[in-house]
């Protein structure tokens, strides 16, 4: 074969040279199809494989676990990949996000980022060529979620039905949401609101707002007292409702039914809240009030 440097030179600043080529060893790639003659003829030098089988020469294959990226799968490598030199590591076309929006749409800086989304770091949770976990995750959930977040607060005493089972995405979007702590759908900061179903958006996802409607039930929940609801005593106020989070930890918590320990007082005062479930009802002692009772067979107290 010709000496192919004669006519072409070295890439000029590359960072990362690819070691074949930097080695001269154009003919792994190349080679001058037959009877035809080089540069007269136009596509006179072709390719030694097609696809990824020109890669795979001295390359693993990596299209081998459960879930191949679509154009690793179609052996598309030189879309992300420069087979010669690159000014990026690993012989990138460009970096961070950008390598990801030459094909995908830019949805992210819509919304509030997640951390390393914001980052461009899209390959701390994606492989870019192929995981047994979907969208080719490099872990599990939520083992994922948890390389980076403490796992402590999700692992008490009562544990949210879809927090055990490492659901996180139910109520989370891992590139970010316009609404705080990156939810799928609203929970507001304030524990104390004026009543809006749409301030708890993401609990009616799963549970029925009748539970915060009606104020008097002798199905929809739990908290009550006789058919008194105390959800809706609770949080349906035209002022000052309370919160979900008044009550109940979206996680876990130490208490049965995800009722919290403690909840922000004065200051740096923690109000406690001791829960006493009992098999019709229960007994809640909030901070330095009196003892409260209800009694879903036999109302503890009547009168309102
Ligand atoms: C005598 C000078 C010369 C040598 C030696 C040479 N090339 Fe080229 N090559 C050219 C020119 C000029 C073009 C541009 C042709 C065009 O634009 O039509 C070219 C184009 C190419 C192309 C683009 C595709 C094509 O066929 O037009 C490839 C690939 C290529 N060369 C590979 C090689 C390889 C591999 C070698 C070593 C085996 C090599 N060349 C040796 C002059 C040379
Ligand atoms: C690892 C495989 C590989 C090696 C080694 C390699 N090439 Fe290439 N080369 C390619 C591929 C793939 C393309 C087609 C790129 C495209 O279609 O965008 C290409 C395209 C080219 C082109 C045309 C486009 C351009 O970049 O100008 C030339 C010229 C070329 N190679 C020359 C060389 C020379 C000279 C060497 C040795 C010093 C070499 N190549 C070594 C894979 C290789
Ligand atoms: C969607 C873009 C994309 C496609 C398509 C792609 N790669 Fe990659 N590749 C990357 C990224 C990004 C890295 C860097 C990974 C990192 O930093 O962890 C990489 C790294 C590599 C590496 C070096 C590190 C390693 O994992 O061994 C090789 C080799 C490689 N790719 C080969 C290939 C081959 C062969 C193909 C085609 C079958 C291919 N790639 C297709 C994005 C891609
Ligand atoms: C002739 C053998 C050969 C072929 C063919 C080949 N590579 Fe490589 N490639 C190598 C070698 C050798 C290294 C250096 C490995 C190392 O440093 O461990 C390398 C390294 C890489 C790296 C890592 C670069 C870095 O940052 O250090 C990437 C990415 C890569 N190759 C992609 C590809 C792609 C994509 C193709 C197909 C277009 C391809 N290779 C074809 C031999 C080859
Ligand atoms: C060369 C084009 C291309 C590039 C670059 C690219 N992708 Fe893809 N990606 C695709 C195609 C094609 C599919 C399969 C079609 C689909 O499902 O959307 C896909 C699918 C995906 C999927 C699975 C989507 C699903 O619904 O199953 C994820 C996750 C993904 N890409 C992440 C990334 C990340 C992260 C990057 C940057 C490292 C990236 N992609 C870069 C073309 C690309
Ligand atoms: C914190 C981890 C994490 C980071 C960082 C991350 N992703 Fe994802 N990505 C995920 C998870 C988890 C899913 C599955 C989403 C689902 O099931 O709703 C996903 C899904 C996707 C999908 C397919 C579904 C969709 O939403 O379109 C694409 C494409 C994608 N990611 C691209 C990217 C790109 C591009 C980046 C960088 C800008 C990135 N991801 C950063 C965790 C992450
Ligand atoms: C690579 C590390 C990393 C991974 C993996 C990760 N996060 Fe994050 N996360 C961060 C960083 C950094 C922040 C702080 C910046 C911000 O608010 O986004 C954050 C913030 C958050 C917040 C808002 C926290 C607050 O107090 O406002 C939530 C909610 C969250 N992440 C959920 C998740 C979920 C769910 C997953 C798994 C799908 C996950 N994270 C995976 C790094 C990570
Ligand atoms: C049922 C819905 C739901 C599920 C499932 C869920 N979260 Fe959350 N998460 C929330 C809500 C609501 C908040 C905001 C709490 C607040 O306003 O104080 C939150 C807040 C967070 C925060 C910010 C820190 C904090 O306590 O305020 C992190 C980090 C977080 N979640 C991670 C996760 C991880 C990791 C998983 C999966 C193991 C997960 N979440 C599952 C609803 C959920
Ligand atoms: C993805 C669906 C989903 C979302 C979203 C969701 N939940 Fe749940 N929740 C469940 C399931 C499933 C159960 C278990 C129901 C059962 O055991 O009958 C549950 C049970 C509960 C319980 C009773 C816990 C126990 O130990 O019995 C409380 C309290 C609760 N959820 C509060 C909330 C709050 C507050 C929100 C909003 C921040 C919320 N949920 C959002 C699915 C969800
Ligand atoms: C004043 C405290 C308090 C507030 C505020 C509160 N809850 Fe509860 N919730 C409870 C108690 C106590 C129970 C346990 C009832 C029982 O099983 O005896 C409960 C039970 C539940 C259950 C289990 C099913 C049921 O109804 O018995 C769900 C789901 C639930 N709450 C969701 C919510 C949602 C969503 C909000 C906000 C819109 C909310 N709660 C606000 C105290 C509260």
């Known amino acids: 074969m010709q000496d192919c440097r004669q006519c072409h030179s070295d890439p000029g600043k590359a960072v990362v040279t690819h070691a074949p080529y930097a080695a001269g060893e154009c003919s792994s790639c190349h080679q001058l199809a037959q009877d035809k003659r080089h540069?007269?003829?136009?596509?006179?030098?072709?390719?030694?494989?097609?696809?990824?089988?020109?890669?795979?020469q001295c390359h693993d294959a990596l299209d081998t676990a459960k879930n191949v990226h679509g154009p690793v799968a179609s052996g598309d490598c030189i879309l992300c990949h420069q087979p010669h030199a690159s000014k990026n590591g690993n012989l990138l076309?460009?970096?961070?996000?950008?390598?990801?929006?030459?094909?995908?749409?830019?949805?992210?800086?819509?919304?509030?980022m997640h951390g390393p989304v914001a980052d461009g770091n899209c390959l701390i949770c994606h492989d870019p060529h192929q995981s047994d976990?979907?969208?080719?995750?490099?872990?599990?959930?939520?083992?994922?979620?948890?390389?980076?977040?403490?796992?402590?607060?999700?692992?008490?005493?009562?544990?949210?039905?879809?927090?055990?089972?490492?659901?996180?995405?139910?109520?989370?979007?891992?590139?970010?949401?316009p609404y705080r702590k990156h939810l799928r759908k609203d929970f507001p900061e304030a524990f104390y609101l004026p009543f809006n179903p749409e301030n708890f958006a993401i609990c009616f996802d799963c549970h029925a707002l009748e539970?915060?409607?009606?104020?008097r039930t002798d199905s929809l929940?739990?908290?009550?007292?006789?058919?008194?609801?105390?959800?809706?005593?609770?949080?349906?106020?035209?002022?000052?409702?309370?919160?979900?989070?008044?009550?109940?930890?979206?996680?876990?918590?130490?208490?049965?039914?995800?009722?919290?320990?403690?909840?922000?007082?004065?200051?740096?005062w923690e109000i406690p809240i001791a829960f006493d479930k009992k098999a019709t009802g229960g007994t809640c002692v909030v901070g330095c009030h009196k003892p409260k009772s209800y009694d879903r067979t036999k109302a503890v107290n009547d009168q309102q």
């Open 133 to 177: 976990n979907p969208f080719f995750l490099k872990m599990g959930l939520p083992a994922l979620c948890f390389s980076c977040h403490n796992p402590s607060a999700m692992s008490d005493k009562s544990v949210h039905a879809p927090v055990k089972k490492g659901n996180c995405l139910a109520c989370h979007d891992p590139h970010g949401s």
């Open 211 to 215: 539970m915060i409607l009606e104020r």
């Open 39 to 56: 540069p007269e003829d136009r596509g006179a030098v072709i390719l030694t494989g097609t696809g990824a089988r020109l890669c795979n």
């Open 221 to 268: 929940t739990n908290f009550r007292d006789g058919d008194r609801n105390l959800h809706f005593l609770h949080v349906n106020k035209i002022d000052k409702g309370r919160s979900c989070k008044a009550c109940h930890d979206p996680h876990a918590a130490e208490q049965p039914k995800l009722i919290k320990r403690r909840i922000p007082g004065f200051g740096k």
């Open 93 to 112: 076309n460009n970096t961070g996000m950008g390598l990801c929006l030459n094909c995908h749409e830019n949805t992210f800086s819509q919304k509030k």
